[in-house]
């Protein structure tokens, strides 16, 4: 069975960390975090392919880094100097055999 399972989400105050996980099944292609905060529509947070490459929302370059490690098949997002604004469900997404797998989502929080 395919999956995409998100772990490590939770409340922190501004200017936190939050380290997310998620565990693949399956070696995923391109990975990719998504955030969906209320009442907007899901956003590209992170992206990162294969080889490695990454890329990144403005809204986060400089705070967050997304990774992965191929031997656990698991992708990570370190998220550095949270802000209130970074509040969402966090999903994970990856590319396998040509389709497209989305994760159940996390809830980050960020509040004082």
């Known amino acids: 069975q395919v999956q995409l399972v998100e772990s490590g989400g939770g409340l922190v105050q501004p200017g936190g960390s939050l380290r997310l996980s998620c565990a693949a099944s399956y070696r995923f292609y391109d990975m990719a975090w998504y955030r969906q905060a209320p009442g907007k529509q899901r956003e590209l947070v992170a992206h990162?392919?294969?080889?490695?490459?990454?890329n990144y929302a403005d809204s986060v370059k400089g705070r967050f880094t997304i990774s992965r490690d191929n031997a656990k098949d698991t992708v990570y997002l370190q998220m550095n100097s949270l802000k209130p604004e970074d509040t969402a469900v966090y999903y994970c997404?990856?590319?396998?055999?040509?389709?497209?797998?989305w994760g159940q989502g996390t809830q980050v929080t960020v509040s004082s």
């Open positions: 990162i392919s294969s080889g490695g490459s990454s």
């Open positions: 997404n990856g590319w396998l055999a040509g389709k497209n797998y």
